[in-house]
């Protein structure tokens, strides 16, 4: 079983910024795909980010031109750089990897804009 442990949310007024980390323990470049969610008070999760093989990035469009995300092999590590921040990005972020077709979920970390 992959284990991921989110880390770097926080309260943040609008317009700042957050980076937010995800530690896998699993080697990362042996993922099909590892990305962040979110999901807001009173909504389903939805997706964020997402990077797969050769480093193929995709965005939904809330959040393109916005964020960014990356991942690092030596540290096995996913992460999601998040700029000009809006009180609608206000959710909890969950990390999410896939490995040989199984689908593995941090338990999320709060992220709070203010206006």
């Known amino acids: 079983q992959v284990q991921l442990v989110e880390s770097g949310g926080g309260v943040v007024q609008a317009g700042g910024s957050l980076r937010l980390t995800c530690a896998v323990s699993?080697?990362?470049?042996?993922?099909?795909?590892v990305g962040w969610y979110r999901q807001a008070p009173g909504k389903q999760r939805e997706l964020v980010a997402t990077?797969?093989?050769?480093?193929?990035?995709n965005y939904s469009d809330s959040v393109k031109g916005r964020f960014t995300i990356s991942r690092d092999g030596t540290k096995n590590t996913v992460s999601l750089q998040m700029s000009s921040l809006k009180p609608e990005d206000t959710a909890v972020y969950y990390c999410?990897?896939?490995?040989?077709?199984?689908?593995?979920w941090g338990q999320g970390t709060q992220v709070t804009v203010s206006s």
């Open positions: 999410n990897a896939v490995f040989w077709g199984i689908n593995s």
């Open positions: 699993g080697r990362i470049f042996n993922a099909n795909v």
């Open positions: 990077i797969r093989s050769g480093d193929t990035t």
